[in-house]
C-alpha cells in the first residue's frame, strides 16, 4: 500500500452529512381503564298500600278527629305513653266513637239540659241567695213597693168597708115573724161569707200586681209606679183567685185541723198564680204545675216557705210597719226561687 507522505489527505468528495436529531421516544397510549359492568337493573318499586278510607264525620258535639300534636314532655319513641289523668284520652289517640243517638256529650263545663215538666230539683239549695237578692232588690226599688202597697191597702179597707155596710143589716130581710135572732144570726152568717169571699179575691188580683211587678225586676225590666196596678191575664187570674178563695173558705170550716190543712194546701199551690202570670197557664194546669214544682224541690220549699212565715211575723210584730219592708223583700225572694227552680235566666 503506498503511502503519500507530506501529501495532503485525502479528502472526500461530499462533505458528511450532519446528523438528523433524534426523536424521542413517545410514551405509550396509557391503556384505558376497563368499562365497570353495567349495574344490575334496580328491583321493581312495590305499589303504595291502599289508603285507607277517610273517618265517618264527627257526630254534632264530638271533637275533630285529627289526633293532636304530641305535647312537650312526651316521651321518646320506644318508651310507653303516659297514662293520661282524669280518664282522658292520652295525646295522639283517637276519641271514643259517639254514643247512640248521633249527638255527642255535653262540652266540659256545659250546664246538662234541663228535663222536661216542673220537677226537676236543682242540687244546691237556693234559700239564702234568694232572701239576698231579695233584699238587694228591695234596696233599689222598695220605694215604689211600699208606696204603692199603701195605696192598694186604702182601697182594699174602702172595699171592704162598703161590702160590710151593705151586708151589715142585710139580717133584717130574714126577721121570721119578728124573730130577730134567727134573722140577724142568718143574715150574719151571709154577710160574713161574702165579706170574706170579697176580702180574699181582693187579696188575690192585689197579689197577683205585685206577683207582675216582681218578674219584672227578675227580667231586668225598668219598674214605674203604674206597674202595680195593672192586672196581667186578668182572666185567668180572676177564676184562679175564685177557686182558690173557695178551696180556703171549704178548708176553714172543717173543725180542729181546718187551718192546718189549709196552710198544707196553700203551700202546695205555692207558685199557682206565678204560673198562671208568667207562663200564661189555665189555673188547673198551674195548680199541677206548683204541686209538682214543689213536691220536686220538698226540702228548698218546705224552709222557704216556714222562713217567710216567720219574716211576717216579724213584721206584725213591729205594729205592722215591718210588714212594708217583710212582704216586698219575701216577694221578691219568691220571684228569685220560682225562676231558679224552673232554670230560667235571673237579672242581676
Not at 142568718?186 to 181582693?202: C, E, P, Q, R, Y
Not at 214605674?224 to 191575664?233: L, P, Y
Request: aromatic share 12%; with cysteine; charged share 10%.
Amino acid at each position: 500500500m503506498s503511502e503519500n507522505p507530506g501529501g495532503t489527505p485525502p479528502r472526500d468528495d461530499e462533505p458528511a452529512k450532519a446528523a438528523e436529531p433524534v426523536e424521542p421516544p413517545t410514551a405509550p397510549d396509557p391503556v384505558a381503564p376497563a368499562v365497570p359492568d353495567p349495574a344490575p337493573a334496580a328491583p321493581p318499586v312495590p305499589p303504595a298500600p291502599p289508603v285507607p278510607p277517610a273517618p265517618p264525620a264527627p257526630a254534632y258535639g264530638q271533637p275533630p278527629a285529627a289526633p293532636p300534636a304530641p305535647a312537650y314532655g312526651q316521651p321518646p319513641a320506644g318508651y310507653p305513653p303516659q297514662s293520661s289523668p282524669y280518664g282522658q284520652p292520652a295525646p295522639g289517640s283517637y276519641p271514643p266513637p259517639p254514643p247512640p243517638g248521633g249527638y255527642g256529650p255535653p262540652a266540659p263545663g256545659a250546664y246538662p239540659a234541663p228535663a222536661g215538666g216542673y220537677g226537676a230539683p236543682v242540687q244546691a239549695s237556693p234559700i239564702g241567695e234568694a232572701y239576698s237578692y231579695g233584699w238587694k232588690k228591695f234596696t233599689q226599688s222598695g220605694g215604689l213597693f211600699i208606696l204603692a202597697a199603701l195605696v192598694w191597702f186604702v182601697a182594699f179597707i174602702i172595699v171592704l168597708s162598703i161590702v160590710g155596710a151593705i151586708f151589715g143589716g142585710f139580717g133584717a130581710l130574714f126577721y121570721p115573724d119578728g124573730d130577730m135572732s134567727a134573722g140577724l144570726q142568718l143574715g150574719f152568717s151571709l154577710g160574713t161569707f161574702v165579706f170574706s169571699a170579697v176580702a180574699a179575691i181582693a187579696g188575690y188580683l192585689i197579689q197577683a200586681a205585685f206577683i207582675r211587678a216582681a218578674l219584672d225586676v227578675t227580667e231586668g225590666r225598668q219598674l214605674s209606679f203604674g206597674d202595680f196596678f195593672k192586672i196581667v191575664e186578668p182572666g185567668p187570674v180572676i177564676l184562679t183567685a175564685l177557686i182558690l178563695a173557695l178551696v180556703n173558705a171549704v178548708l176553714n170550716v172543717v173543725p180542729f185541723f181546718g187551718g192546718l190543712i189549709a196552710l198544707a194546701v196553700n203551700f202546695l199551690l205555692l207558685f199557682t198564680f206565678w204560673f198562671v202570670i208568667d207562663k200564661h197557664l189555665a189555673p188547673i194546669d198551674a195548680m199541677k204545675a206548683s204541686y209538682q214544682l214543689v213536691t220536686a224541690n220538698l226540702s228548698t220549699t218546705i224552709l222557704f216557705y216556714l222562713l217567710s212565715i216567720a219574716i211576717f211575723i216579724g213584721g206584725a210584730i213591729l205594729c205592722g210597719i215591718g210588714l212594708l219592708v217583710a212582704v216586698p223583700v219575701v216577694l221578691l225572694a219568691t220571684a228569685f226561687l220560682f225562676k231558679r227552680l224552673l232554670g230560667d235566666p235571673i237579672a242581676a
